[in-house]
């Protein structure tokens, strides 16, 4: 299998990070899952059968809110490509949707928190968070240059921890008894990646 190089592509054809204009859609081209802008229009029973699986939801707020596809299109519309991302994550072999990303910006601060759904279980444990995230990463240091990445879990969210270690975030806080989890409270984890370190392990 032939390896391509992680690229960041504009959407609308011109290639290059520097390209990038706030309010402009952007393509992350990973290797064996590409990243595309969703917009609205793309919301579609798939998406809707995906926040509506008590499996796939369960680790997330959301399950405590009625899905539909108005509520779903009402989130969707709210991402702007400045502060606020969102893709759909799509396999290269077969072009099969299999979840979505979102990517939320606070410029004041210059940190960036990224967001995962696998939708299609059957995905689960082919590395999709992994590469996902190793390319919002890039987008967020390299494209966006905040400073700092971080990600909240739930403690019972086993495969979430497992990604956010491999992907070489650090535990920065832990807070007990903070959130709902089935019919008890759970620990909130929260880890926290800087630049220098992003920048050391992606030379590696
Ligand atoms: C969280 C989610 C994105 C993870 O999907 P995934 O990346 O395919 O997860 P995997 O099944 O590959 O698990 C990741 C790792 O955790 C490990 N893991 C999973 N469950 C585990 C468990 N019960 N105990 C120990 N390790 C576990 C896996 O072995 C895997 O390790 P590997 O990378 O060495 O293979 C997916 O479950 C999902 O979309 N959930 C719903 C949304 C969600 O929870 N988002 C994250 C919110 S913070």
Redesign the pocket.
């Known amino acids: 299998m032939t390896v391509e190089p992680r690229t960041l592509e504009v959407v609308g054809g011109v290639l290059g990070r520097d390209a990038w204009a706030p309010g402009t859609p952007y393509r992350l081209n990973l290797e064996r899952f590409v990243l595309t802008p969703l917009t609205e229009s793309m919301v579609d029973r798939t998406y809707l059968d995906w926040m509506r699986d008590p499996?796939?939801?369960?680790?997330?707020d959301s399950r405590y809110k009625p899905q539909s596809f108005v509520s779903i299109r009402a989130f969707v519309r709210s991402f702007d490509n400045v502060d606020r991302f969102i893709w759909r994550v799509i396999a290269k072999d077969g072009l099969k949707p299999v979840?979505n990303c979102t990517l939320f910006l606070d410029r004041v601060n210059g940190l960036a928190e990224p967001?995962?759904?696998?939708?299609e279980k059957a995905?689960?444990?082919?590395?999709?968070?992994?590469e996902a995230y190793t390319g919002l990463y890039d987008f967020a240091f390299g494209t966006l240059g905040v400073e700092k990445i971080f990600?909240?879990?739930?403690s019972t969210?086993?495969?979430?921890?497992?990604?956010?270690r491999?992907l070489g975030m650090r535990r920065e806080g832990f807070f007990p008894n903070h959130v709902r989890f089935d019919d008890r409270r759970v620990a909130l984890i929260w880890y926290g990646l800087d630049r220098a370190d992003w920048r050391a392990s992606s030379t590696r």
Request: charged letters at 15%; aromatic letters at 16%.
């Open positions: 499996e796939v939801i369960r680790f997330l979840g967001g995962v759904v696998i939708g995905f689960w444990g082919q590395n999709v968070t992994f990600s909240k879990t739930r969210n086993l495969a979430a921890v497992w990604n956010l491999k």
